[in-house]
């Protein structure tokens, strides 16, 4: 790696810091403009002046806002996620073996769906144009015009419902054999597949085709390459950098889809957790799941971004 | 159809068919917004049928719901909150975003170097999330609805209107208008608005649908349009029980989602060249 690209990443990576210090800033800020009082919601309307102010201070209440984010990133640096207002539980309890559950659930719909969206986006362009690529194009612009939850409710239609193939609720806890994890995860992976694909499928095959339209593809052609190794060997290794950030861009997509996903399918996850927190109003289990949430994704970004760098052939 | 294509043709603009008939569908659910309270069949909140869950009939044309009541109607009056919210939500985002972006790219400087910063970090959290951070703060009565939309957008909307600006004003027009003494307020309302207007607008459709995506998505998660009123996404989640007798309960408010979100995306697609374009 040479140093323009190694202060490029650095930059990157510098970037990537002060984006997730003005995020926490806004998830902050975003949840404590509570009309009302926390207090009251904890103690009901019939407590007594002195039980609220007592409370107000024991929570730091009535310390400016800003004092009370950086008491709070500071407890988020150092892991303690604070305590859930439901049920006087620490945050970092409830949300360890769900945070297990929802990792799983991503690991296995990336397994599935990059191999597929990949290969469909780079044969669409291959053929653009055909009646295989035009199919194509139709297909994921709808899956990204419609919600998340019509794909799910149309999924469990389909598979549940008539074909009777699989359950349409998941329980993870009675899961015991191999056979019974795949009937278990199949429902779930198969939405968040569709779902994260369609963008991912549109922006390979549109990374592909602006590589075949260079010259020196062209030049390939002319000298005679073969239609195969015209795209892998000339235009691949040049789209390798927008198609990681396809990749990396529809995975965070993953974080949308998962919060329905884990809903509809009743999945023990942690959008789930963080959907029923916000019903309850339980203010720091919220604000520990959306950052969970946020560092996940400007992770996957920024790596995007780096690997896109390293990836650029004119940079090394 | 081919008639009104060709006042179209008239005037310079070349509509396809599948355009045109995009556009329909979302006239015909614009109609429907507004004057929704005069064509209902049965009153929205009563009950009118025994039975749950009911099938397509000649009383009940989209089947009831989980209560009885007619679905025909509930998806009628859902139009009001879906479209009405969004298109308010969209309107505001726009507005704001554009304004922004446009005062940043004339103005330069720290301004456009801070805000920038700030609208890319605000980018950066996904919509649902954001959608769930927000709503958990400040509740979901329509108003606070409108208010988290317009926040979550407002950014995407100010980086497309900023990057947009920029190119135009490194123009010659500019220049001579700054020479001339203009002022920004001037510079951004008189030489640089009308030259980004178009893309502007397609990209106010493009926007719609993203809210309308996460307006039906936070009210399926039940924390949108509250009851006893409902959009189509609540109309969803209120019959989700019935999907596994496959109940047109819950299908027929999907495809209204759908249908309006695929025209629009449609519409935009095949939106004459000469709004579409950049220049």
Redesign the interface.
Known sequence: MNKLAFSLVLGKIGIAL??LM??SF??FF??????GDVTEILLGQSATPEAVAGLRHAMNLDQPAIFRFFLWIGGLIQGDLGVSYANNMPVADLIGSRFANSMKLAAATTLFAVPIALTTGILAAMFEGSLFDRMVTVTS??L???????VA??A??VF???LKWLP?IVTVSEVRSFGEVLRVYAMPVIVLTFVISAQMIRMTRAAVIGTLKTSYVEMALLKGASRCRMVLRHALPNALGPIVNAVALSL??L??GV??VE??FNYPGIAKL??D???T?D?PL??SC?MI??VA??LL?TLADIISIIANPRLR | MASIASVFQRYGYRFNRLGLCAAIVILFWIMVALFAPLILPHPVGKIVDYDFYGPVSSAFPLGTDYLGRDMLSRILMGTRYTVGISVVAVFLACSIGVCLGMTAAVTGGWFDTIFSRLMDALNSIPSKLFGLVVVSGVGSSIPALIMTLTVIYAPSSYRFARSLSVNVNTMDFITVARTRGEGTFYLIISEIFPNILRPVLADFGLRFVFIVLLLSGLSFLGLGVQPPHADWGALVRENVGGLSYGAPAVIFPSLAIASLTISVNILIDNLPQKIRDRS
């Open positions: 002060v984006t003005i995020v806004a998830v975003a949840t404590a403009f509570l009309p612009i709808t990204i015009s419609v919600p998340e939850f019509l409710t149309i469990v239609l549940a419902v008539y349409a965070s997509y974080v949308g919060i329905i809903t509809i963080m959907v927190a916000v019903a109003r203010l919220v604000q959306a949430f946020c994704y400007l970004i």
